[in-house]
């Protein structure tokens, strides 16, 4: 497990307070085992009776009317009770029978408190489940009142809500064919500000832990880091990439040793299967065209937009958990779901042209499994002057990069991936990052400028040539800034051996 104690202790620190807050983070965030901990811990104390709840699997019968609300409430209470306290869990379940309304229930709660010798905390799980009926808004403007009337009635310590939307600004539909609004049945709630990512820190403990156990070999921090730099935490890709080592990796290792290079061979792995987190990513994005069309602007013409939460569609993209923000700049949320979505949005673009089938990915792989990057973009030149060269300025530049990332998913499929990685420049574009084996390959993607602009650069190269002590066999990428067609050659240049890519 992670070490999420810092992150606990700050929720507990909130109870401590009397704060009523919601935990509403992406799918697969750990949020019921933030609830679950917690309740463990506030139990053990033997100064709080935390009831750990969820109107998850009740379905539509509860939500007939309050008398039916108010008794599968009760119910769930006694059912959470009945560990800590069963005396008071007897008590409750007697309760039932007896209530038939909110009033009733707001008095029965009040007694509940009473009766209990320590304080009581509710927790509810997965709230927007049940959240879309106008009964159960009601019941939660119910703990509202009791808050702010708690100086009159006893009523909960704290109360924890847990779900994907925030009920504090949640949209409804109270009538059929009524227009969405917003409702405010949460406005106590304190605002709930700890990071549910998991940063290094918290997984280190987590990989030296898992060493000891499994006698392996690990460089704890640098695989932590390097974990953190697909999945910038979030929780369900940690665990991901943690278990394709563990139960894939593994085994076809000769020596028991958790490298780096493994977590990018996890990463490979990751992005080439399907699971209900991805197709959960992929559908929230599929069925909303104008997010589809933000992404895009994002990641394929490398637009920088400033971080607005208050944006409909930028917080949209947080409650899915695609968008995160990044030096109040909006970004997505880590390079594997970059990756996924430029997967999907890429193999539209091969499906839509001459690309699909063209390359055996073997042809590609040279000696100590390099990726033969030279033979790939002369490929991929070929490609585009016999298939786009009809094609318009704004094609290219807005579709360009499609086509060359479905070029380059045939060839990399089962040896590596490309990510997308923000470059920081006046032109804002983007550079592709090759992870091939354990090799990695930059190509930085320009626009041709024109004949003069070539020819500065190339007196800017020779400039350029001179301040370098290459190592030998060393690869040069370099930007005439303009140069028609793409030339790739083996060159000396101070005794030493390199090949230049003139792009």
């Not at 209470?77 to 229930?105: P, T």
């Not at 898992?210 to 935490?233: H, M, N, P, S």
């Not at 929230?284 to 933000?294: A, V, W």
């Not at 409650?319 to 970059?338: E, M, S, T, W």
């Amino acid at each position: 497990m992670a070490d999420s104690s810092a992150k606990y202790a700050r929720i507990l620190a909130m109870v401590e307070q009397g704060d009523y807050f919601t935990i509403n983070r992406p799918r697969q965030y750990g949020k019921t085992t933030a609830l679950f901990q917690v309740t463990e811990t506030l139990n053990a104390s033997g100064k709080y009776l935390a009831l750990r709840t969820s109107f998850e699997g009740a379905g539509d019968l509860p939500f007939e009317n309050e008398a039916s609300l108010s008794k599968v409430f009760l119910d769930l209470v006694a059912k959470a009770c009945k560990r800590a306290d069963k005396k008071l869990a007897e008590w409750i379940s007697e309760q039932e029978a007896l209530v038939d309304s909110f009033s009733n229930l707001s008095d029965t709660i009040s007694l509940l408190v009473e009766k209990s010798e320590r304080k009581v905390v509710l927790l509810i799980d997965e709230i927007d489940k049940s959240s879309n009926n106008q009964l159960f808004v009601s019941f939660l403007g119910l703990l509202r009142n009791k808050y702010l009337e708690r100086t009159e009635a006893p009523t909960f310590h704290s109360v924890i809500l847990t779900g994907v939307h925030d009920v504090k600004t949640l949209k409804l539909k109270l009538r059929p064919g009524e227009e969405q609004k917003y409702n405010s049945p949460w406005n106590i709630a304190a605002d709930f500000e700890v990071d549910m990512n998991f940063q290094p820190t918290e997984i280190q403990p987590m990989l030296e832990e898992y060493a000891q156990d499994r006698e392996v070999l690990v460089d704890a921090q640098a695989v932590a880091e390097r974990l953190f730099y697909y999945t910038a935490g979030y929780p369900f890709l940690v665990s991901k990439l943690c278990k394709i080592f563990d139960e894939k990796l593994l085994p076809l290792k000769e020596e028991k040793a958790w490298t780096v290079a493994d977590v990018d061979l996890a990463a490979s792995q990751l992005l080439r299967e399907s699971n209900v987190n991805f197709d959960e990513l992929i559908k929230n994005i599929r069925n909303n065209p104008d997010l589809y069309k933000l992404i895009e602007r994002m990641l394929i013409e490398g637009q920088e937009l400033s971080f607005d939460p208050h944006a409909d569609l930028i917080n949209q993209g947080l409650v899915y958990g695609i968008f995160a923000k990044q030096n109040y700049r909006l970004v997505i949320h880590n390079r594997i779901y970059r990756e996924v979505i430029l997967n999907y949005m890429s193999a539209n673009a091969e499906h839509t042209s001459n690309i699909a089938g063209r390359e055996n990915a073997d042809a590609y792989c040279m000696p100590g499994n390099r990726f033969n990057i030279s033979k790939a973009l002369l490929k991929f030149q070929e490609l585009m002057k016999a298939e786009y060269h009809q094609k318009d300025r704004e094609f290219l530049e807005r579709q360009g990069r499609l086509v060359f990332l479905a070029f380059l998913k045939p060839i990399l499929n089962g040896h590596g991936h490309a990510f997308k990685e923000p470059q920081i420049s006046e032109e804002k574009r983007l550079d592709i990052l090759i992870t091939y084996y354990q090799h990695q390959y930059v190509i930085e993607l320009k626009l041709w400028r024109g004949q003069q602009a070539h020819e500065n650069g190339l007196d800017q190269l020779t400039g350029y040539l001179d301040s370098l002590d290459l190592d030998e066999g060393a690869l040069l990428i370099f930007d005439h800034k303009g140069l028609k067609d793409w030339k790739v050659e083996d060159v000396v240049w101070k005794g030493k051996k390199a090949l230049v890519v003139w792009v």
